[in-house]
């Protein structure tokens, strides 16, 4: 071998290590990114969730320093709450104390909102211009089917496409692709060369937060084994981060840009003994003071459940099982109160690891948490028979014909030379049709009732198919008995109704992010007929009479859907034997009764004035298309109680609270409970830590106001005309005007109704777990131990408790 090929040799083989260790470096400095999922298919998540293996005060000063996001509520907030009586004095006092603060609160408020003047956002004019080009290009390479000319080249992945496009870019100083490097880890090689291997991380950490959304979405694409985008159009954190670091060296913008952001690193106050901030402190004593006040209105005798809304051995009317969605709470209250039904709370995708392709639908959809792999390929299948032929028949023609005129009026938008006789000879019915949804949504939300009425649901001719792979019979059986065992059953009524979830709205990017988190940002129907089908599938039953459930002969299991916006429940009774047809009439009686309630309640936080009928309130919001605020979602989330719902059941949650349904006598392995503590509590974690984020930074962790933002690619929103991807909940799911906030930011707390015994062991082999309640991301764990007359314990960190120390209530919430 001659010299030159040994020197070859080991350049090669330099160059083959320098690139791996560009590689690693990637994958390290991506660890702290969040993922944003499609807003087709919002998934709620925590936007610092790389965070998580720090305590919360040190966490929120890390992203402050990363992103530029607040980590605690503006010191108004504070000042409101503690104005408003949301906040004891007695907790308050403990709490300063216990950290050796002697000044009054008027005092510290004061401190709070002179370190919050002096906040200063870090802002860089090349940088800046790098963020807005970089924006221009991954909008037009992740585009998902809106843009009518797609960019050229994205089978070729993104950097390669844009290589060959970039001196086309009269924004860059670049005539030829051949004076670009040939791949993305040939580009990163090159711009890191300058700098010491040591601060690669670091730079790349840097790059990747200064567009924290759109590398959020290229993160989870690159993750998503099944994403059919990300499969035909390929892109990596690797190409997104060449393209953007050859940007960088073309406008001479800095490469190294960690040095920005340690402008307003800790300015959220000064920290205390234990570096924990004041703002920490407030925080605290707030979430204290909501706690005090949910563990009062617990019902201290409750210790073993009585499976039931009688003496424990009457079988109730109905049972009805929703979703542990903090909107559950309200419409679970209305209903109990018209007769002897039970309700129930369950994670919304009932236990089915499932994707969905809905009759209507081009694509399947996951339809489980994130934390769940879909096993099971479920799509609706039209049965055959004359009647169902029929209904499928009208069904198809009348959307065929609402198809073909959308994509007849969208060719004639977007065709050049179609644009001026469109206006001339549709301009008239086009604008009509404008004024009357602007103008009078209500007449549209009767008009559609009636229309929905004579074309018949999909639900009505279709049924749940396996497609692929085929769902066992040992499998059913264990998906029945998981939903039995995690809920405590014992009793089985006539009627029990597994209840999905979704939203009806109108104009909203965000339609998703209303319906069912459980079920990745989809509707949760499918999966409660999926359950049904399977709950009334004979052999299953007869296996789990063998198992212990003793399920009577006469009772049906059937789906329905919760309209969360207009607190609608649809039953899908189809197939409901004529012998219980009295107890469904007389259900279907009650649940309008029980929407009604509903209904009132929830408006009332909505509207200024009364209206006179809630109902119709609702149904306007759903169909208003300028209507930015048709639901509150999941805003007030502040707690998660895990235990029977005689612990709850008299007492007015406020929809703040999510509830799963538990009986520790039914799980002396904990088994159940585990799975709840596994699962739920995991994904509640990530709802209320999103909705905090995005109430105390909306700029940075949210999405600002819907009247600003533009929808993006069928990807996400963006504010203005570009920029970045814009990652979390928009103002108006948060507030209830510009002044007014509706959500209060509180880290959720946690409260399980078992032995204490039982909880530290299943934290004792979750250290995931314990590190979210002893990093405070969970505001704070309490166990009720019914084995010691319901004495409630607090989780102090290490495995250890302690029990409740009552503080006076000072004032009266």
Request: one cysteine or more; a negative charge; aromatic letters at 8%.
């Amino acid at each position: 071998m001659t010299r030159t090929q040994t020197q070859t040799q080991a350049q090669t083989a330099d160059a083959t290590e320098r690139r791996d260790h560009i590689t690693d470096s990637i994958d390290r400095a991506a660890d702290r990114m969040g993922a944003v999922w499609p807003i087709h298919s919002f998934v709620t998540a925590n936007p610092l969730s790389g965070f998580e293996n720090r305590p919360f005060h040190r966490a929120v000063a890390e992203a402050e320093a990363l992103f530029g996001g607040r980590g605690y509520p503006h010191p108004d907030i504070f000042r409101r709450a503690w104005e408003d009586g949301r906040i004891d004095p007695n907790v308050l006092q403990a709490e300063l104390e216990a950290r050796g603060i002697d000044r009054d609160p008027e005092t510290l408020l004061e401190e709070l909102e002179r370190a919050d003047a002096e906040r200063e956002p870090a802002t860089d004019d090349a940088t800046e211009t790098v963020d807005r080009i970089l924006s221009k290009w991954l909008a037009a390479f992740l585009d998902q089917g809106h843009a009518t000319w797609s960019m050229p080249g994205r089978e070729d992945g993104f950097y390669a496409a844009w290589r060959q496009l970039a001196p086309n870019d009269g924004d860059l100083p670049c005539d030829d692709a051949d004076e670009l490097p040939e791949t993305a880890l040939e580009a990163l090689d090159a711009v890191l060369d300058e700098y010491p291997e040591s601060r690669w991380e670091a730079i790349l950490e840097a790059h990747l937060a200064a567009l924290p959304g759109w590398t959020g979405f290229v993160k989870q694409r690159a993750d998503d084994d099944f994403d059919p985008w990300q499969e035909t159009y390929p892109i990596t954190l690797a190409s997104y981060l060449a393209v953007r670091l050859t940007l960088a060296d073309l406008l001479d913008a800095p490469i190294e840009l960690d040095e920005r952001t340690d402008a307003n690193a800790g300015s959220d106050g000064d920290a205390t003994d234990g570096d924990v901030p004041l703002p920490e402190i407030w925080l605290t004593a707030w979430e204290r003071s909501y706690r005090d006040g949910l563990l009062a209105g617990l019902d201290d005798s409750v210790t073993d459940p009585t499976h039931g809304p009688g003496d424990g051995d009457a079988r109730p009317d109905a049972q009805l099982v929703f979703c542990i969605d903090t909107r559950s709470e309200i419409i679970r209250r209305h209903i109990e109160a018209q007769s002897e039904y039970e309700t129930h709370g369950y994670a919304g995708f009932f236990g089915i690891p499932m994707r969905y392709e809905g009759h209507d639908s081009a694509v399947a959809a996951d339809a489980c948490p994130p934390i769940v792999e879909p096993e099971h390929q479920i799509s609706d299948e039209p049965e055959t028979n004359h009647a169902c032929d029929e209904k499928a028949a009208t069904h198809d023609r009348w959307n065929g014909l609402v198809d073909a005129t959308r994509k007849h009026f969208k060719r004639l938008k977007t065709n050049v030379a179609a644009a001026f006789p469109f206006v001339e000879g549709g301009g008239g019915v086009y604008g009509s049709a404008m004024a009357a949804r602007t103008l009078a949504p209500s007449a549209l939300s009767t008009l559609e009732t009636v229309v929905d009425e004579q074309v018949p649901s999909t639900h009505e001719f279709c049924s749940p198919t396996i497609d692929y792979p085929r769902i066992s019979h040992d499998e059913k059986v264990e998906y029945a008995a998981a939903a039995f065992d995690l809920m405590g059953w014992t009793t089985f009524a006539r009627l029990v109704v597994f209840t999905g979830h979704a939203s009806h709205t109108t104009n909203n990017p965000f339609d998703s992010s209303l319906d069912c988190g459980a079920c990745a940002g989809n509707p949760g129907g499918p999966n409660a007929r999926v359950l049904a089908a399977i709950c009334n599938d004979e052999a299953v039953k007869a296996d789990l009479r063998e198992r212990g459930y003793e399920i009577p002969e006469d009772t049906v299991f059937l789906a329905g859907e919760h309209n969360t916006t207009t607190d609608k429940i649809t039953l899908f009774d189809d197939e409901v034997p004529e012998s219980h047809a009295d107890a469904l009439e007389q259900l279907r009686e009650d649940l309008e009764i029980a929407r009604a309630g509903a209904t009132a309640e929830r408006t009332e936080s909505m509207t200024a004035d009364e209206p006179a009928n809630s109902v119709r309130e609702t149904e306007r919001r759903a169909h208003d298309w300028a209507e930015t605020r048709p639901e509150w979602g999941l805003a007030g989330n502040a707690s998660f109680v895990i235990g029977p719902r005689e612990l709850t059941a008299d007492e007015n949650l406020d929809g703040r609270a999510f509830l799963h349904s538990y009986d520790w006598t039914t799980d002396p392995d904990g088994e159940a409970l585990e799975l709840i503590m596994a699962g739920p509590l995991v994904v509640t974690q990530w709802i209320n830590n999103q909705y905090y984020f995005a109430t105390v930074d909306n700029g940075v962790y949210g999405s600002g106001s819907k009247v600003t933002q533009n929808p993006l690619g069928n990807v996400g929103v963006v504010q203005g005309n570009g920029g970045d991807l814009m990652t979390g909940l928009p103002l108006q799911s948060l507030k209830i005007d510009d002044e007014q906030p509706y959500h209060q930011p509180l880290r959720l707390s946690a409260v399980i109704h078992a032995p204490v015994e039982r909880v530290t062991k299943i934290l004792e082999h979750h250290a995931e777990i314990e590190r979210l309640v002893a990093n405070e991301w969970i505001g704070g764990l309490t166990v009720v131990d019914p084995e010691r007359d319901n004495e409630v314990f607090h989780y102090q960190g290490d495995l250890e408790w302690e029990p409740r120390v009552r503080v006076p209530i000072a004032q009266q919430r």
